[in-house]
């Protein structure tokens, strides 16, 4: 392809870059944004040498005043953008740069015009990075980086191959050439590519040490929270099936500290609710209180002075990116002792739901270490359980007429005599005995439970829920229904659990004297096909990178630079430690033989060490000798030298000193091919090395091509062997 | 004496700074100042919004940058320059000179190379470019080359910039190449009636002996002992006897030119065509075979004959210097060469563009003395 035309090629795929990322972004309107596909596409063709369309483009002939015109125009749609339309200074700016891109795009004639446009596509990427995180952003930007670095060295080359007059073309050697070549040659396209690379590299080697500070004067909030149900202060029964089919991610979950082998669930806490009317749940405290700040960013959610409840549990850490959301509640695995991020305060309601002032207008990230109680062993068996007044007058409250639903539970209850086997038994009879189905709709119902109990025995995971707790209170066993998420989406690639809308749940909370609020599940669990197709995998795999793509160049922040120098400093250290270990390791035995023959040298004979010493070194010394002319050899054929051709010539002069130590020395007039048949005559058995030396001399030497590296080693093993001769006979 | 931890210029690490600094010089280009203000602005927002994505564009932007001077180093790097001048050339004639690159990189090649002559300090941009020098190549350049004065003109190096790889800086690089190229005083035609009379005057004045030469001086019957070479056939055929040639002696015909330097500062013009005229008249002389010999100020060429001889004269010419006489009028030690027994030079012509009624020289000695006067009529065509 000739240059200038891999030029202007070049130069529309920048734009088109660009502009792709502005589409991507979804800020450019349909009406605009198909106009500019069609020019931009008439554009590569043109540039591409499609005759057709450059027939078609040069019959058309546009005065310079229509174009002015057009600019006068795009700047009055931008004046009633601003002010009508979007009333906003983004959109309209870039509904004004999309205009401007699509006019200069036609008007591509002078050098001046390449340029312009090439600040307005700067101006569309920088756009397009304004607007949106999504790893969509990645391909973009690495095509837009690789059209940058042939536009630009197209655009110097050709200004140079354009301004230098050929009167001074200079006359070249034979082996050199001046004149750029015409076309795009392969060496030229792998040299552009390889520029590209190492700027790509460059360019994540500067973003990763460029100190982070944002002043955030004009900073503004993007995107859209997300709607999440359940979550408020009042729950309607049946409302979290609503979104029990949205795929949306809500947050994503990490255990740095687990395998996902261990854990194939993981739920998600979200609220508490103790008052059920029998249509709604709500809690009857509000009252908040905010957690203590115990280190940098760290707040202990735990009561100062109190001490985690008894029973065996485990703690789980779990780092969560949680999406931007409407509601102001953390989420945590039950339950959070400490939590973790760049906040400036949290709280907690009375039920240990943990909330934020107020909703978070970005994606935030934080950490949670959670204790997860367990029933102690004494109160699984014990008959009798005493609750504390403030439980029993908070979670045991039932709503009227429900003599129905405590018939049942003291049905489902009659075989048991424990609190502990009295709740199993109804969370068994629910999970034996009901369907799931997210097909009842139960939100319209005046009683929704009896519907669900007695008369459908269908519903999904709220009605599981309302159904236990209501039959625990009405058997007196403190119980209180919760909301949150059942993450059960592992991906295998990121190492986290992916938490979507339709992960929304509902479970029981029972309360135990000694154990505390303990967390059971009457939902049966939906075997939803583990998803193994392929298209799946891949779009686990998708998912990862664009986690990936968020912590890693989305989120990065000054806190990650210093964790990275601390880590290289840590790593650093460990790296040292491990190979000073390592060295000592291999010289403890070296020093202990050495000290013991130094012992025994000493015993034997006072002096004798520095005889000792004195014959190993001697003896070192000669040993090195005798073997310096197979040392000579290996290094001349395997060290690296400045001129290759030198290697053979060292190994010819020493074949001739070798030959010469044997009584056949070369005549100064001989040429090399005499002296080698001289050889034969005089030396038989070094005749052919002689003469395989010699021919692999002259092929070095005076040949076009260099010696391989296993020519050269033969010529070395030919004179080893000739050294390793008996002396010639005469 | 200043203690060398002080003495900073006369350090090692700043002669190297120094030197580094004048060998590399790095310029922002119209488009490089353009590419660096888009910088700049998106650093700005980068730092305004914290958006890490800007922070991308940014380091895009930086690495562009990095890797425009990083190539355009590596295309000045290695590279090696071999000027060939001639020994001698003469003003008002174009001369073409040769200039060798060899690019000694083993992987890269050079790109957008253009190369300055740097000329006692100055950069002279002669239209050399160089579009593409591949690796462990070389080219031979060449270009025209006019001097309009005598003297030296002393190449210091070459200064080669490049562009590359996209015109965001200009990258600066001296490579030192001395050389030395002498300039003689340009050769004008002079008048024939001129020489003709001249070169009479001085066969006039010198008895023609028998001698080593060319010309003809005397025919005469063959005598045993003669060089049988010098028989003249066509004498010895028409007379039926052998007759052999003379020649006479060449020596005889020695002219001897010279150039007084004194002048002041206002004859310096008559003095340049004075210099001008002495190298055209000893050009005009050696063409006719005549042996010359040059005396400016202590400086003595000797005599001699053919083109080498002339072309030593005329490096005499071109480096000799015009003095100013003293205020008292008495000149300098060494203005006015002394002039030899009559003898040795033969025809002398002195030429003095400037002269002090008051304190006469030694070139009234002279055979024929051109003073101011003759030589601005003989030198007002150059």
Known sequence: MPFNQAFALSSVLLAATAFTGLVLAQSVPLWLALPTAIILTVSLLHAGGNHFVRQAMARVTVSPTLWNVLLIGALAILLIDLTVVSRDLLPAGIHFLVMLLAIKLLTLQQRRDYRHLYGISLMAILASAALTTDAWYVPIFLLYLLAAVWTLLLYHLTQETGETPAAVTPSSTATGQTTFPSRITHHFFWLTNGIAVLTVVLTLAIFFLIPRIGAGMLQKTSGEALRTTGFSDRVDLGTIGSVKQDPQIVMRVELPDQSAIEKDRLYLRGLAYNQYNGQSWSHSGTRRRSLNLVADGTFLARPGGSRPLGGRSGTIRQDILLETLDTAVLFAVPFAELVNGEFLTVQTDAMGGLHLPFPPSSRIRYSVTSHVPQVVENERTASVLAYPDSIRAHYLQVPLGSQLVAELAHRVIQQTTTPFGQTLAIQQHLLENYRYSLEADTATLSHPLEEFLFTRKTGYCEHYATAMVVMLRTVGIPARLVTGFLATEWNEYGGYFTVRQRDAHAWVEVYFPQSGWVTMDPTPTVNAAVATSRWESLSRLGESVRLQWDRLFVRYSAKDQLAVVHGVREGSDAVRERVSRWVSSLSAPISQVFSRLAHLARTFQPGMLGLVTGVIVVGLALFLLMLRDRIGLWATTHLPTAHPELAIVQLYTRMLRTVEKHGVSKPPAATASEFARLVEQKWKAAGPMVADVTALYHQGRFGRNPLTPGELSRAAEQVGRLQSLPHAAR | ?382
């Open chain 2, 1 to 382: 004496m200043k203690h060398p931890l002080l003495n900073l210029r006369a350090s090692r690490p700043f002669s190297f700074v120094q030197g580094m600094s004048r060998r590399r010089s790095i310029r922002l280009t119209s488009e490089g100042t353009r590419f660096l203000l888009f910088t700049f602005g998106i650093g700005l927002a980068a730092i305004n919004t914290g958006n890490n994505l800007f922070y991308l564009l940014l380091a895009m932007m930086l690495s562009l940058i990095v890797i425009s001077g990083l190539l355009s180093e590596y295309c000045l790097r290695r590279l090696e320059f071999h000027r060939h001048v001639p020994d001698l050339i003469m003003a008002n004639e174009p001369t073409t000179l040769t200039l060798s690159v060899t690019n000694r990189n083993r992987h890269l090649s050079s790109f957008s190379l253009r190369l300055l002559d740097v000329v006692e300090g100055q950069d002279v941009d002669r239209g050399l470019s160089i579009h593409l020098l591949p690796p462990q190549s070389s080219v031979l350049l060449s270009y025209p080359l006019l001097a309009t004065k005598r003297g030296w003109i002393r190449f210091q190096g070459i200064r080669a910039y490049t562009l590359f790889p996209f015109g965001l800086f200009l990258k600066k690089g001296l490579y030192s190449t001395e050389a030395h190229l002498l300039v003689s005083p340009p050769i004008k035609p002079l008048t024939l009636r001129f020489v003709d009379e001249l070169v009479s005057e001085g066969q006039g004045q010198s008895l023609p002996q028998r001698g080593h030469g060319t010309q003809l001086y005397n025919l005469r019957l063959y005598q045993p002992g003669d060089d049988s070479r010098a028989i003249h056939w066509m004498t010895t055929a028409r007379t039926s006897q052998l007759i052999v040639r003379e020649t006479e002696a060449e020596d005889q015909r020695r002219i001897t030119v010279v150039l007084s330097i004194l002048a002041p500062e206002e004859c310096a013009p008559l003095f340049e065509r004075s210099v001008t005229f002495v190298a055209s008249l000893l050009w005009q002389l050696t063409e006719r075979a005549y042996p010359v010999r040059l005396l400016i100020g202590t400086e003595d060429s000797g005599l001699g004959a053919g083109s080498a001889h002339l072309l030593a004269m005329l490096r005499l010419l071109a480096l000799c210097e015009r003095q100013s006489p003293e205020p008292n009028g008495v000149s300098h030690h060494g203005a006015h060469p002394p002039l030899t027994h009559e003898a040795e030079r033969g025809y002398t012509v002195a030429v003095v563009p400037w002269s002090n009624q008051a304190a006469p020289t030694n070139m009234e000695q002279a055979d024929r003395v051109l003073h101011a006067t003759q030589l601005e009529e003989l030198t007002h065509a150059f």
